[in-house]
C-alpha cells in the first residue's frame, strides 16, 4: 500500500487509515513524501542569479530533506507501535505523478491519500481528484 504523506493533518488521516488496514489484511506500508523541485531551470541567467538560485535551491533542497527526516521519525514510531512494516521514500517531482509511477514500481494494491482542504483545489482539482481520473490503480481518498 502507498501513501502519500505531506505533514498536512488530512495526509497523517490517510496514513493512519492505511496502517490499519495494513494491520486487519497483514500488509506493508510504503510512505510517500514528494517535495517540490523548486530552484530549478535556471537557464541563460547571469551569472549572479545563478548564484543566488544556487543557493536558494540548497535551501530548499536541506529544508525538505529535515522535513522529510522528521515525517520519517513520526511515521516510523506511530508505524512500530501499530506493528506494520513501514518503508519510506522522498522524492522530487510532482506528487500524483511520483504516486502512481511508485505505485505502478511496486505493484501497489492500493494508493491512500488524504482529502485536500484547499479552497484552490475546488477549482482546480486535487490530488484525489488527478489519481481518480487516471484509474492505473485503485485509490482511496480518506475523508475524516
Not at 530549478?40 to 527526516?69: I, R, T, W, Y
Not at 509511477?101 to 491519500?113: P, S, T, W, Y
Amino acid at each position: 500500500m502507498i501513501v502519500g504523506l505531506d505533514g498536512s493533518d488530512t495526509s497523517w488521516d490517510a496514513f493512519w487509515w492505511a496502517c490499519g488496514e495494513c494491520r486487519r489484511v497483514g500488509g506493508r506500508i510504503m510512505a510517500l513524501f514528494v517535495s517540490s523541485t523548486a530552484g530549478s531551470g535556471v537557464g541563460m541567467a547571469s551569472p549572479d542569479f545563478a548564484a543566488l538560485c544556487a543557493v536558494d535551491f540548497a535551501f530548499h533542497e536541506q529544508a525538505a530533506n529535515k522535513e522529510a527526516k522528521g515525517l520519517f521519525e513520526l511515521a516510523k514510531r506511530h508505524a512500530d507501535d501499530q506493528g506494520v512494516e513501514l518503508a519510506f521514500l522522498h522524492v522530487r517531482g510532482d506528487t500524483a505523478t511520483e504516486l502512481l509511477r511508485l505505485a505502478g514500481d511496486q505493484h501497489a494494491d492500493q494508493i491512500v491519500v488524504g482529502r485536500s482542504t484547499k479552497k484552490r483545489h475546488h477549482l482546480a482539482g486535487s490530488l484525489g481528484r488527478r489519481l481518480v481520473a487516471k484509474r492505473e490503480a485503485p485509490i482511496i481518498v480518506v475523508v475524516p
